[in-house]
């Protein structure tokens, strides 16, 4: 598939061309929900951007969108968060770049890095996905739906790919990073129903599961042709 072409997925995230994409981190999203230490706490995140960094050896890591959770406080434990990304980040000699969301309203009170609204790799546009990109590309990554399907009884996060369905374009979803967070099933969902300005037909988009015990990407027939089957 065309709007696959050149990424290689692994743990929720994206890697095209020496930038390792992360979308929908939502740090705080723990405090916020009042769990203890849940799986998707800040740690996890850490311990697992660093993992990436290994696997890949990015030159930037680009978090597109929704770095942040809450809209008008920054919980005790966000900087501590951050300060483990960036520590894990410039360890691995790359850099950090965060394309703000809709949540990332307090990110400029924790975070004194590098942000921009859309960010190219080559003909490829990274951007959070709330609003309509004003770049033109070939393809456009983006975030915001938290995307999982469900089959056969179970519910996993997917990434959703189709081929020329924004603007002529490829366009690429991924799934939240944050485990903490439950998702979307997309099994039934018309494009109306996504938040994204960039999903205009639901159903040209392909799921795409990844079995990470096997270390395999599982590519499955666009949700119009698919939904019978699940």
């Known amino acids: 598939m065309e709007a696959l072409s050149g990424l290689q997925l692994h743990d929720r995230a994206a890697f095209v061309d020496d930038v390792l994409v992360l979308a929908d981190l939502h740090i705080g999203k723990a405090a916020a929900a009042n769990v203890e230490a849940p799986v998707g706490a800040g740690a996890d995140m ?13 030159e930037t890591v680009l978090v597109a969108g929704d770095l942040l959770h809450s ?9 501590e968060t951050l300060e483990g990304l960036e520590r894990v980040v410039r360890a691995a000699d790359a850099g950090l770049v965060v394309t703000p969301g809709n949540h990332d309203t307090m990110l400029d ?4 890095g590098s ?3 859309e960010y190219h790799i080559g003909d490829t546009v ?14 456009y990554i983006v975030g915001h739906d938290h995307p999982t399907i469900t089959i056969e009884g179970h519910t996993r996060p997917c990434y959703l790919a ?7 374009s490829d366009l690429l979803v991924v799934p939240s990073f944050n485990r ?23 159903d040209a988009l392909a799921p795409v599961v990844r ?10 027939p666009p949700l119009g042709e698919f939904r019978h089957r699940l």
């Open 126 to 139: 990274v951007s959070h996905g709330h609003v309509e990109p004003e770049s033109n590309g070939a393809r």
């Open 46 to 58: 850490v311990d697992r951007v660093e993992r990436l960094c290994e696997r890949f050896d990015p």
């Open 162 to 168: 189709g081929e020329e369905v924004y603007r002529g």
């Open 211 to 220: 079995d990470e015990d096997r270390d395999e990407t599982l590519a499955f």
């Open 180 to 202: 903490l967070v439950t998702g979307v099933e997309v099994n039934e969902m018309s494009a109306s129903d996504f938040l994204s300005p960039l999903v205009c037909d639901a």
């Open 109 to 112: 009170v924790v975070w004194g």
């Open 115 to 117: 942000t921009t609204p």
């Open 71 to 79: 809209f008008e406080t920054v919980p005790r434990l966000v900087e």
